[in-house]
């Protein structure tokens, strides 16, 4: 029996196939002469394309419901970026290309200073708008390749990819340097941007959980020198 067949009637495929077959059984079936269906059969035809362009219909909605919502699961609600679990399968896709291709990059861990005096101060809708102008900036000073994400709270990840890790901690930071000289607007306010920087570089091989925890254990180096400074 055919796809089609099982998505007839049954009497349908009864009358259209059946008979034929036996008036006729010494033909190839390519010769096999098709009687014209009766306006009866036609309906039941006409009915069974309709339902099957029906189901369709109905499984090219599911099918883009399902990838909208497993990118919604991938996306941080308040900025737009990948949230962790979606900067995870980026990183780990990006270290399988790497392996092909042979090149690194380099993960920047991004730590917002004094983030809660923010939201102290001026309360969480200007809390808010500042998580969404670090999200601008970042994504503003790297390249269409390149992965921003919001890990949660007030912390951030920049994916440098395919770039040598000289060159990458370069631009990291040269990006730490014009995200400091960025502000946010917040009613005829100007809060300069504030953030302490881990960079870590790696290699096709690496495992990211691992280069993760590095990169973090930098930011909080680099957190305790400027604390210490200040």
């Known amino acids: 029996m055919t796809p089609l067949d099982s998505a007839l009637p049954h ?9 034929v077959a036996r008036r006729r059984p010494s033909l190839p079936p390519s010769l096999i002469p098709l009687e014209l269906p009766s306006e009866s059969q036609g309906a039941l035809l006409r009915d069974a394309i309709r339902r099957l362009r029906d189901a369709e219909a109905t499984i090219a909605e599911q099918r883009e419901r399902i990838e909208h919502l497993e990118t919604l699961s991938m996306t941080d609600e308040l900025t737009g970026l990948l949230n962790r679990r979606g900067l995870m399968d980026a990183f780990r896709r990006e ?3 790497a392996m092909r291709g042979g090149s690194g990059g380099v ?7 004094g983030f809660k005096a923010i939201n102290d101060t001026h309360g969480h809708l200007c809390g808010d708008q500042y998580l969404r102008q670090v999200a ?7 390249r269409a390749q390149d992965v921003v994400a919001r890990l949660g709270g007030d912390e951030f990840v920049v994916l ?9 901690e ?9 995200f400091h000289a960025a502000a946010c607007p917040w009613q005829r306010q100007s809060l300069p941007l504030s953030a302490s920087f881990g960079v870590q570089p790696y290699a096709p091989h690496d495992d990211a959980d691992k280069v993760m925890r590095q990169a973090d254990a930098a930011m909080y180096r680099v957190k305790s020198t ?5």
Request: charged content about 35%; overall charge positive; hydrophobic content about 50%.
């Open 11 to 19: 009497e349908l495929v009864t009358d259209l196939h059946l008979p």
């Open 95 to 97: 270290l399988a290309g």
């Open 107 to 113: 993960l920047v861990m991004v730590d917002l200073d």
């Open 136 to 142: 601008k900036v970042l994504k503003q000073n790297v």
């Open 160 to 168: 440098l990819t395919r770039t040598a890790a000289d060159k990458g």
């Open 170 to 178: 370069a631009r990291a930071e040269a990006l730490a340097k014009r």
């Open 226 to 230: 400027r604390k210490a400074a200040r």
